[in-house]
């Protein structure tokens, strides 16, 4: 068989693995009412973030000073904080953030660990020594504890957290996505192409890309959880959002003073926190149950 047949048979296969796992998604998600929900969820709270200026009753950062730290009521739904600022209001624009640094955070985690662990695992060697063991140092460190320490030598910003988050969980993204390279790349139609002398770009990129991109996707959606949780505990600590952003974690350290006589400050922006991380942790292990059903047996 000629060099252009195996690229060309090499190519149909994995177009009919990309359109069968395509139309798997579909099928199977709409099949599992938690990922259903979870799925929702995240385009409900997507929407609630894009649409911020149209939903917020009132402009997040006006203070108030004759509605100081007033219960929830008909003028401020969810009622206001020390300063008089409406609850609501800022709990609406914190989604617009909180899914900006979320995303910006996951997309530094995605390219970067994908490059890392894909130069590991196919080039392997020394090149793979040298890499994962810088990884294994950076493992070493809960990922908080080093987003800290980024923030900490990068100065306290919330751009300096999006991308403290994003460098922290880079380690872990590396790894996987090294030990998804080499399983792809044992595979025989890769070995194929080696043999017939295909250029590395291409089976890299027309290959082992395409298939490990199921395994990168369902790692990021769980990531964005973690990425907001830790947003939210650097801002919580006066290391992200500097005020008056209106920010989860911000929200949070602003209402903690306050918790015994206006209760409402940390319990909405805690809610908000909880019910997003859960619903994207439950949208990413449905993701890895549809990609790989083995993991529900």
């Not at 929407?47 to 000073?65: L, M, Q, R």
């Not at 809610?271 to 997003?276: C, F, W």
Request: charged residues 15%.
């Amino acid at each position: 068989m000629s060099q252009n047949q195996l690229e060309t048979t090499s190519y149909d296969i994995e177009n009919e693995q990309e359109v069968y796992k395509s139309t798997n998604l579909l099928s199977r998600m709409y099949s599992k009412k938690k990922v259903f929900i979870s799925f929702l969820i995240i385009v409900f709270v997507i929407i609630i973030g894009i649409a911020a200026p149209w939903i917020a009753p009132h402009d997040p950062n006006e203070p108030y000073f004759d509605a100081l730290l007033q219960p929830p009521s008909a003028e401020h739904w969810l009622g206001t904080d020390n300063l008089g600022r409406d609850t609501f209001s800022r709990l609406v624009y914190g989604t617009r953030v909180t899914l900006q640094v979320a995303t910006i955070a996951v997309s530094i985690t995605l390219v970067i660990g994908t490059i890392i662990g894909i130069i590991a695992g196919y080039v392997g060697g020394i090149v793979d020594n040298i890499l994962m063991r810088i990884m294994d140092v950076l493992l070493a460190m809960p990922s908080i504890i080093l987003a800290m320490a980024i923030v900490a030598i990068l100065g306290p910003s919330l751009t300096n957290a999006m991308i403290a988050v994003g460098i922290s969980s880079i380690p872990s993204f590396a790894r996987l996505t090294r030990s998804a390279t080499l399983s792809v790349k044992s595979l025989t139609y890769v070995e194929a192409s080696h043999a017939i002398g295909t250029s590395h770009a291409r089976i890299i990129f027309k290959q082992i890309l395409p298939n490990i991109m199921s395994t990168i996707l369902v790692y990021a959606s769980l990531n964005v959880g973690i990425a907001i949780l830790d947003t939210a505990a650097l801002s919580f600590i006066g290391l992200g959002a500097q005020p008056p952003t209106a920010e989860w974690g911000a929200m949070l350290s602003d209402g903690k003073d306050y918790i015994k006589q206006a209760w409402w400050l940390v319990t909405f922006p805690g809610v908000a926190i909880t019910i997003v991380v859960f619903a994207f942790n439950i949208f990413g292990d449905g993701l890895r149950d549809i990609y790989d059903p083995k993991a529900e047996e």
